[in-house]
């Protein structure tokens, strides 16, 4: 399975950006049960930002990003997206796409060992 990530770039501190997913050749609530935003910053562990349940609209978010960030999917053309609202510098690291078809009880969270496709990322920077 190949994600790919687009939509990275430079932004403004308190300005927004929308990250893209796409899957070619699948079908998001056929083939996948959970898709998810992952961010790594230099130095550091690669750690969940938000889900999303493929079948419906279950959606968790990492505390840093609620109320900033929106993850949603477009179903009809299958792409996961993140929009990113009042950015901030610590919001600068590389994002990633990651699905999974492991079963959830409908509840996807954004845990590492919950995924099992990947994106390559895409690089995020905000400047203040």
């Known amino acids: 399975v190949q994600l790919v990530e687009s939509g990275g770039g430079s932004a403004q501190a308190g300005g927004p950006l929308r990250l893209s997913c796409a899957a070619p050749?699948?079908?998001?609530?056929?083939?996948?049960?959970?898709m998810a935003w992952f961010v790594q910053a230099p130095g550091k562990d690669r750690e969940g930002v938000a889900s999303?349940?493929?079948?419906?609209?279950?959606?968790d978010y990492a505390d840093s990003v609620k109320g900033r960030f929106t993850v949603s999917q477009d179903t009809a053309n299958h792409i996961l997206y993140l929009q990113m609202d009042n950015l901030k510098p610590d919001d600068t690291a590389t994002y990633y796409c990651?699905?999974?078809?492991?079963?959830?009880?409908?509840?996807?969270?954004?845990?590492?060992?919950?995924?099992?496709?990947w994106g390559q990322g895409t690089q995020v920077t905000v400047s203040s």
């Open positions: 990651a699905a999974s078809n492991w079963y959830s009880n409908n509840a996807c969270r954004p845990q590492k060992n919950r995924y099992n496709y």
């Open positions: 050749g699948y079908t998001f609530d056929s083939d996948f049960e959970c």
């Open positions: 999303i349940y493929s079948g419906g609209e279950f959606t």
